[in-house]
């Protein structure tokens, strides 16, 4: 399991020092949530904040957009050169045509859903994509209880990426500790997304290495 803590849990005050403590503890990607105050109720960071993370960090990027206009933030955000740029199916009339300038950039594409969306929705999309991101909370707020059902949701996701794209990696962001990490492991899940549970621990490394099952 590669774990990417969130550093929407992290101090703020004190981020160079955190980056470089879960990059030592052994993350294997650092988590970034974008926020437009639009797509969900909340406002977080822009590229002024995200590229000195990206300077502090050992670790490469993930990049989740919550946003409206995805294709703006994504100029924004591809000279940071992250891993992977997610954006959100709900958000996004031109799903293919974005994947295929997300992939141009050099960067890999991959696409979010809410809890409330299908993961049938983007069988058609598969071929093309990284990763998907299933989200285990409602987006929009850190330290969220998990939403049980993702793991029947993570099942069969999996058998649509066995069929269409058996490369295409499945990451999920919410509510994920040590508690749910076995499960979530079996379903078929190859990254997970946690923040409070990493960044609220005062062992970042005990707690990155109690997700690496």
Do not use: W
């Amino acid at each position: 399991m590669l774990v990417a803590p969130s550093i929407l849990s992290a101090d703020f005050g004190n981020l160079e020092r955190d980056i470089k403590a879960i990059c030592e503890a052994g993350c294997d990607l650092v988590h970034v949530d974008v926020m437009d105050g639009h797509f969900v109720p909340n406002l977080t960071i822009g590229p002024v904040v995200v590229e000195p993370v990206a300077k502090a960090s050992s670790k490469p990027l993930d990049i989740h957009l919550m946003v409206e206009n995805n294709n703006f933030f994504v100029d924004l955000f591809a000279p940071l050169k992250p891993k992977y740029l997610s954006f959100h199916l709900e958000s996004e009339k031109h799903p293919h045509r974005l994947i295929q300038k997300i992939r141009s950039l050099g960067i890999s594409p991959a696409i979010t859903l809410n809890p409330h969306t299908k993961v049938e929705d983007i069988e058609y999309l598969l071929a093309d994509l990284d990763m998907v991101l299933l989200m285990s909370v409602n987006p929009g707020f850190g330290g969220q209880k998990f939403i049980p059902s993702v793991i029947e949701r993570v099942i069969k996701l999996k058998e649509l990426i066995n069929r269409r794209n058996p490369n295409c990696l499945i990451e999920v962001d919410g509510g994920v500790s040590d508690k749910n990490i076995k499960e979530l492991k079996d379903a078929g899940v190859d990254i997970v997304v946690a923040g409070s549970f990493v960044f609220g621990s005062s062992d970042y490394k005990k707690a990155i290495d109690s997700l690496k099952v």
